[in-house]
C-alpha cells in the first residue's frame, strides 16, 4: 500500500519561505503533485513533477516562487516555497500516481495516492 507523508508547513511572514516535503512509500512515482486548499476553496493545483524532472509545471500563481524537486534517493517530493504571500496560505497536499494522462497534472482527480495535508499559513 502505497503512502505519502507530508512534513513542513508552518507560520511564516510575508516574504518569508518555507520547504514541503513529501515522503513516499513503495516504488517511484511517475507523477507527483502539490495541490492546496484554502477554507471554502476547491482544491487548486500548485506544481507537478513528472518523472523526476522529466518536466515541471506551476500554477501561474506560485510560477517563479515556487520550485517542486525530487530526492529519488530518499524517494521524497519538495516543495521550496519563496516570497511567500498571505494568499498562499492553505492546507497543501502530496499527490501521487503511477500514471497520468496527457495533460492531467493538474487535475485531482488523476492523481491515486494523496498525503494528508500540512497547513501553511502567511501572516502579513
Known amino acids: 500500500q502505497a503512502q505519502l507523508v507530508e512534513s513542513g508547513g508552518g507560520l511564516v511572514q510575508a516574504g518569508g519561505s518555507l520547504r514541503l516535503s513529501c515522503a513516499a512509500s513503495g516504488r517511484t512515482f511517475y507523477a507527483m503533485g502539490w495541490f492546496r486548499q484554502a477554507p471554502g476553496k476547491e482544491r487548486a493545483f500548485v506544481a507537478a513533477?513528472?518523472?523526476?524532472?522529466?518536466?515541471?509545471y506551476y500554477a501561474d500563481s506560485v510560477s517563479g516562487r515556487f520550485t517542486i524537486s525530487r530526492d529519488n534517493a530518499k524517494n521524497t517530493v519538495y516543495l521550496q516555497m519563496n516570497s511567500l504571500k498571505p494568499e498562499d496560505t492553505a492546507v497543501y497536499y502530496c499527490a501521487a500516481s503511477y500514471g497520468l494522462g496527457y495533460g492531467m497534472h493538474t487535475r485531482a482527480d488523476h492523481y491515486i495516492y494523496w498525503g494528508q495535508g500540512t497547513q501553511v499559513t502567511v501572516s502579513s
Open positions: 513533477d513528472i518523472n523526476s524532472g522529466g518536466s515541471t
